[in-house]
């Protein structure tokens, strides 16, 4: 247990479908992330939310919408999504987006499928 | 922009030593993570370095040369539970926001 937790752990979903991710953080942290990992990749940062503002939005596409209504909670709205969007989608926290020594706690993924 | 390179697989034997290598091009450097990830599970934090030079904890310890832009995690004396993958992340300050950006992760098995 790393203190962030996201449900679910997997999901499979069409391409019509309209499903969310949440992930919640028990540190106390400031800042929420949301990252893709997807087979023989880097990890890739999708968002990035300092006291439940937005500071990075790294040129997604519009059918993932993240939600950060407190500093605990984030969430990624998923809707009509593509085959190539299967991955594990990966939450993590950090006490500053803009400390230097910026320490990620990650959780353990939701391993998304879209058929 | 940024480019991390790091090799994908690596075995080693229980017991033994082994060092992964990390090569890193960003602007706005601003330091350098290792990350384990067992699979199934969630990164982990290993090391931090933002100046040259060794840093060690326990059996584990990471070397950061800025001028060259490379990094490498050394692990004694080898366990089992070693296995897993090594990510290394280089730290980019953007905007005020500091952003990791990752390699691909090298997947480590250690043999008996």
């Known amino acids: 247990e790393t203190g962030v937790t996201q449900t679910p752990r997997h999901l499979v979903m069409g391409m019509t479908n309209k499903k969310s991710l949440k992930c919640e953080q028990h540190?106390?942290?400031?800042?929420m992330y949301w990252y893709k990992q997807s087979a023989k990749k880097p990890l890739e940062l999708m968002f990035v939310?300092?006291?439940?503002?937005?500071?990075e939005n790294n040129s997604v596409p519009s059918r993932f919408s993240p939600e950060c209504p407190n500093s605990s909670h984030l969430f990624l709205h998923l809707h009509t999504l593509q085959p190539e969007d299967s991955a594990l989608y990966l939450c993590a926290s950090s006490a500053g987006a803009d400390f230097g020594a910026n320490v990620l706690t990650f959780g353990a993924g939701s391993r998304l499928t879209v058929l | 922009g940024q480019n991390i390179d790091q090799p994908t697989e690596m075995t080693a034997t229980e017991g033994a030593i082994v060092q992964i290598n990390c090569t890193y091009q960003?602007?706005?450097?601003?330091?350098l993570f290792w990350y384990q990830q067992h699979a199934g599970e969630a990164p982990t934090f290993l090391s931090y370095?933002?100046?040259?030079g060794l840093e060690e904890k326990g059996r584990f310890s990471s070397f950061l040369s800025r001028s060259k832009g490379y990094s490498y995690l050394l692990l004694k004396e080898l366990q089992m539970k070693d296995s897993a993958s090594y990510l290394c992340a280089a730290n980019e300050d953007q905007t005020g926001a500091n952003n990791l950006f990752f390699g691909t992760g090298t997947r480590l098995t250690v043999i008996p």
């Open positions: 370095n933002v100046l040259d």
């Open positions: 939310y300092s006291l439940e503002e937005r500071v």
């Open positions: 540190l106390g942290h400031n800042a």
């Open positions: 960003t602007s706005g450097f601003n330091g």
